[in-house]
Nanobody, 115 residues
Framework: QVQLVESGGGLVQPGGSLTLSCSAS????????MGWYRQTPGTQREWVAT???????NYGSSGQGRFTVSRDYAGNTVYLQIKNLKPEDTAVYYC?????????WGQGTQVTVSS
């Protein structure tokens, strides 16, 4: 059974930074890409960033500039570093794996940006 476990969320002051982690376990098979989405109450899940098996990265409009996605290929772990956090970054952040046969989602980790 595949499990994605996210960590690193919490309460952060505006201007601060944090790094989210997502570690995958189980028989995932070949991974095409890993990435992050975020969601606030009453809205659709929003794509933030993707890192492909080649190392190429791509960012959505919400992920441009202050977000950096990276990956530990050996452990199937994906990271999302966020700098200069703003209150509008407050959301539940979800990781996603695009594998050869199936896509997988993490359970989400809450990030709250507030003074």
């Amino acid at each position: 059974q595949v499990q994605l476990v996210e960590s690193g969320g919490g309460l952060v002051q505006p201007g601060g930074s944090l790094t989210l982690s997502c570690s995958a376990s189980g028989s995932i098979g070949s991974v095409n890409a890993m990435g992050w989405y975020r969601q606030t109450p009453g809205t659709q899940r929003e794509w933030v960033a993707t890192i492909y098996s080649s190392g190429y990265t791509n960012y959505g409009s919400s992920g441009q500039g202050r977000f950096t996605v990276s990956r530990d290929y050996a452990g199937n772990t994906v990271y999302l570093q966020i700098k200069n956090l703003k209150p509008e970054d407050t959301a539940v952040y979800y990781c996603k794996i695009w594998a050869k046969d199936e896509d997988y989602w993490g359970q989400g980790t809450q990030v709250t940006v507030s003074s």
